[in-house]
């Protein structure tokens, strides 16, 4: 998993709580990416970094927000669970950016059920 | 190929085969692509990847072959074995997007 390593890898939690995954790497690679994954659909972008404090949207990133105070940790919190947030959740890095065509690699996933 | 609702497509090949598994993409300014893999309980593995600048390229017992015209994607596994089982998604590059894009994958199972 290319030096990456995700926490919790299981997690259950009541709707309405807020909860923090985090995504550790070991690469110092510059960007990081939190997915979601669902049945159905393909990998999902939720939020990316490209340094340290900066961060943008991706596709779905109603009700997350995401932090990175170091280059090794990227976390995702979810405000305030919804049952619709039960999904693997994937960490991946990349050391340049996609314009510059560099291949993300993935970290072993969180699996999050909101009950 | 693309999957329709919450089944994945699968292929079935018989060890000591060849595989072929394919993919649609979506965008025709895509300039980079990705081939993963992705067991049961693990995250996606990079296997291997290919500019649009290119038709082919070939790894370890893998070939990707691009066709922009049709805006195809193929991912060629020589001599499968049992531990090729797993799903694999090629991913795709659009100039301007946040991200790579996704498709959702193919089920490869290997028969005895």
């Known amino acids: 998993d290319a030096g990456i390593t995700q926490s919790p890898r299981h997690k259950v939690t009541e709707t309405g709580t807020p909860v923090t995954l985090r995504c550790h790497q070991t690469?110092?690679?510059?960007?990081m990416y939190w997915y979601r994954q669902d049945p159905g659909h393909g990998l999902r972008l939720i939020h990316y970094s490209y340094g340290v404090k900066d961060t943008d949207k991706g596709e779905v990133s109603d009700g997350y927000s995401v932090s990175r105070s170091k280059t090794e940790d990227f976390l995702l919190t979810l405000e305030s669970a919804t049952s619709s947030q039960t999904s693997v959740y994937f960490c991946?890095?990349?050391?340049?950016?996609?314009?510059?065509?560099?291949?993300?690699?993935f970290g072993p996933g969180t699996r999050l059920t909101v009950l | 190929g693309e999957s329709v609702g919450l089944h994945l497509p699968t292929l079935s090949v018989q060890e000591g085969d060849n595989s072929i598994i394919n993919c649609a993409y979506s965008n025709s300014a895509s300039d980079y692509f990705i081939w993963y893999k992705q067991e049961s309980g693990k995250g996606p593995q990079f296997i291997i990847d290919?500019?649009?600048?290119?038709d082919k390229r070939q790894g370890q017992r893998v070939t990707v072959l691009l066709n922009k015209t049709v805006k195809h994607l193929s991912l060629q596994i020589a001599a499968t074995q049992p531990g090729d089982s797993a799903v694999y998604f090629c991913a795709e590059n659009i100039p301007g997007a946040d991200g790579l894009t996704f498709g959702k994958g193919t089920h490869l199972i290997i028969q005895p």
């Open positions: 991946a890095i990349s050391e340049a950016s996609i314009a510059n065509t560099d291949t993300q690699y």
């Open positions: 290919i500019r649009s600048n290119m």
């Open positions: 690469e110092n690679h510059r960007y």
